[in-house]
């Protein structure tokens, strides 16, 4: 189901802006996408295209539904973040 947002593309990213000054937001050192991202992200708002940015503050705002994850209290999310890290040899965790 669509969410329509309710600010402006800057207003959204502005309010994220905290994520990245606190170090919450991690890139990869290396990525096909990533030049054409960060080029974008380091442009914006003046830059030609910012969909990547809009999704990506969107995404950030996004709070699931309080039993979202009912059912999930068991399971091993340091465990499976370290596997995830050691099979895929990423540069950054992404939490």
Known sequence: MPIKPQLN???RMAVQLEKFKSGTILLPKQAPWLAEFEE???AFPHSRY???IDALS???AYEPPKDAYAGYQNVDWQGLATNWYLQTGA???PW
Do not use: I, N, S, Y
């Open 50 to 52: 910012d969909d990547q």
């Open 91 to 93: 540069g950054t965790r």
């Open 9 to 11: 593309k800057r207003v």
């Open 40 to 42: 974008e992200l380091f």
């Open 58 to 60: 969107q995404a950030l």
